[in-house]
């Protein structure tokens, strides 16, 4: 699994799209992980305001402007990056584990079982996620942990449907049946020899993923559904639009939706190099790749 | 009392419309510790459908209608799935046929022999598995070190022999070889059929190879048994199958194979096909494609009659044929 990681590495190093989407996503996870150092001011700081203050234009001293309180734009889109990337991050892990748990399962043990759930995909494919999610957060209110919660729950289905058809053709390999044949118990086979073959498009899914749980989070923040207590890039495009679109204070709205756009494309450009990566009918066999030759003389000799 | 003894095995594949084909009707045989079997027989005749029934691994559709299994006395197709999977690898053990699919590429060879010993219980520890994985891989002629590659990193014949050695690894008492030879070039042939012998000899191993290529039986098995479209036509020791064949379709598969001695022998082939399951002729099973099938040879089943010590023959014309 390990040696399976680092060639995947490897390759991946090679490839200036993917090197420049993890750049342009770890910059930004760099940023809002050292949010204090960056930030120009704390946004949570009780300030004096003066009334020409608000939505003041970007000067020397407030790169970015002022808000309609006076607070400072660029702060705020500073601290703002932690939210975003957290919701993206934890809830696309949450989808990522349950539609692998349920695509393993349904694929591996099939009948009954994989029918069920895999109707229950259908069912949550068809119905489209925002309305759903505005839903579940009328009625559970709004809080950062229930929209990842949301989110979560309701963005694993392509990833259970990638991976059930993968483990559909994997459990037909014969080295399934000699598994079973050493007298490997069903969840070991899962373990040990089918999920370990899912690992790589699971990987690619989920950083794929990512963009998509952080524009839903924008989505339902822009739509007044965020926690209230964070001011995520979507809560600041939701302000902005509300408030100072109206006095053309583009410095408010523009910076929340590049920053958005920014993540959003660094993260598709990583994910779908990697799915070029790990996509099984582009890779070449071993003798065409000249390092693993050596590598294998080493081992050998 | 033979070490596996198969009594009466029948095994059906059931259709999507629920239809059962008969893919393996009434085979019985046995072997003895130390002793080997080989199974012959053209493809599709049902020789690997009997061996995965055998270890309980048909696939879904495939189901084991009647018959005996008996592994040093205990029915194995009475044993619970938990008993059963006890004794799949540390009682009997299974080479499959194309090693190179069976080997999961993604898992070094160490450690999926590690692994079958783990789950054994025969070391629980892993150093001292790792040091076992190793002199396992000795026993079949690979360096130990050569342990931490990866299957693709392994000749054909080195990934036959690793899947030998695994499935030594927990001192069964039956090796089943499916097909050990084939997709292998002449050379390695002879060396993976000297290592089964020896190793059958050194570990007195009941082996059970199944093949359809005379060759390799006539090389190691004390035993054969011919099977076509699902049936035994005749069992054996090698020598009176081979010197003296009754069944006129052992007779047929002798003359197709090119003999040594007689390198300009003409090779008759069988006219024909076998049979589809779902359109199995209701007399022997053979009689379609047999030159001296006669009228009751289309109607009626033949019952085996042993005609010489250990030697079985199905055929009604026995009696009253002469070589």
Request: with cysteine.
């Amino acid at each position: 699994m390990r040696e399976q990681l680092q060639e995947i590495w490897r390759t991946f190093r090679r490839k200036p799209m993917g090197m420049i989407g993890l750049f342009m996503l770890f910059s930004v996870v760099f940023i809002a992980i050292f949010a204090p150092w960056f930030a120009p001011y704390d946004p949570g700081e009780k300030i004096h305001v003066e009334p020409k203050d608000l939505l003041a234009p970007p000067d020397a001293e407030h790169l970015l402007g002022r808000d309609d309180a006076g607070k400072d734009v660029l702060s705020q889109l500073i601290y703002g990056a932690r939210v975003s990337l957290t919701v993206g991050f934890v809830a696309s892990f949450m989808a990522m584990f349950i539609g692998t748990t349920v695509g393993l399962v349904a694929g591996y043990y099939g009948g009954r079982i994989g029918n069920a759930l895999m109707r229950l995909v259908d069912f949550l494919l068809v119905i489209p996620d925002l309305p759903l999610m505005m839903v579940f957060i009328s009625i559970w209110g709004r809080g950062l942990w229930k929209i990842i919660l949301v989110i979560g729950l309701l963005g694993w289905t392509t990833t259970a449907r990638l991976v059930r058809s993968q483990v559909l053709s994997l459990k037909e390999r014969q080295f399934v049946l000699r598994a079973k044949a050493i007298g490997a118990s069903n969840f070991r086979i899962i373990m040990r020899h089918i999920f370990p073959q899912v690992l790589p498009i699971i990987l690619a899914e989920t950083v794929l993923s990512i963009s998509g749980a952080i524009i839903d989070e924008s989505s339902l923040s822009f739509l007044g559904l965020g926690d209230p207590m964070l001011v995520s890039w979507g809560m600041m495009l939701n302000f902005a639009f509300e408030r100072a679109i109206s006095r053309m204070a583009w410095w408010f709205l523009l910076p929340p939706g590049f920053a958005i756009v920014w993540v959003s494309v660094g993260v598709v450009l990583m994910g779908s190099t990697l799915e070029e990566i790990v996509n099984p009918r582009l890779k070449t066999h071993h003798l065409f790749n000249p390092a693993r030759m050596l590598e294998l003389f080493k081992v050998a000799s | 009392m033979a070490t596996l003894d198969v009594r009466n095995l029948s095994v059906c594949y059931l259709t999507d419309e629920g239809v059962a084909l008969n893919a393996a009707d009434d085979v019985s045989f046995q072997v003895d510790q130390g002793k080997s079997l080989g199974i012959v027989g053209e493809s599709g005749c049902g020789k690997t459908t009997v061996m995965l029934a055998l270890l309980r691994l048909l696939p879904e559709a495939g189901r084991i209608m009647e018959g005996q299994v008996f592994l040093e006395g205990k029915d194995l197709l009475q044993c619970s799935e938990g008993e059963m999977r006890n004794l799949r690898w540390s009682k009997i053990s299974i080479v499959f046929q194309g090693a190179m699919n069976a080997l999961n590429p993604v898992r070094t060879i160490e450690s999926q022999i590690v692994e079958v010993l783990k789950i054994h219980g025969v070391e629980g520890q892993s150093q001292r598995a790792r040091v076992r994985a190793g002199e396992l891989l000795e026993l079949v002629g690979i360096p130990p070190e050569r342990g931490r590659q990866y299957p693709h990193q392994y000749s054909g014949g080195m990934r036959q022999r690793a899947m030998i050695a695994m499935a030594l690894a927990c001192n069964p008492r039956v090796l089943i070889a499916d097909e050990p030879t084939t997709a292998l070039d002449v050379m390695i042939q002879a060396q993976i059929l000297n290592l089964l012998r020896k190793l059958q000899k050194s570990l007195n191993l009941a082996l059970i190879i199944v093949t359809h290529d005379l060759g390799v039986v006539a090389e190691i098995c004390d035993d054969v048994l011919v099977m076509y479209s699902g049936t035994v036509v005749e069992t054996g020791s090698g020598d009176a199958i081979f010197n003296h064949p009754r069944h006129p379709y052992t007779e047929r598969l002798l003359q197709a194979f090119p003999d040594i001695e007689s390198p300009n022998a003409d090779l008759v082939s069988i006219p024909g096909n076998p049979p589809r399951l779902d359109e199995l002729p209701p007399g022997c099973r053979f009689a379609p494609r047999c030159h001296i099938a006669e009228e009751r040879c289309h109607i009626e089943v033949p019952k085996p009659i042993e005609i010489e010590h250990r030697h079985w023959c199905a055929c009604h014309l026995y009696p009253g044929r002469r070589e």
